[in-house]
């Protein structure tokens, strides 16, 4: 098989996936006071949106819409 090289090209790639998992969304679970509050996007080709409650992300929903 082929030999496999650590270079600059592989470090910046691993350097970006760390970063992305220690920034990685969380979700929480709603307590029992305040408001929830829908913010959804639209694209060319695809439907988005978060479920939020007192400014915190409950679940995050999307789909790619199909001509």
Sequence with gaps: G?????????????????QRLVSALVLTLPSGSGGFRFKG???RRGLGGDF????KSIALA????NP
């Design 2 to 18: 082929e030999k496999f090289v650590w270079n600059e090209e592989r470090e910046k790639s691993f350097e970006g996936l760390k």
């Design 41 to 43: 996007i639209a694209f």
């Design 52 to 55: 939020c409650h007192q400014g």
């Design 62 to 65: 999307s789909s790619r819409l």
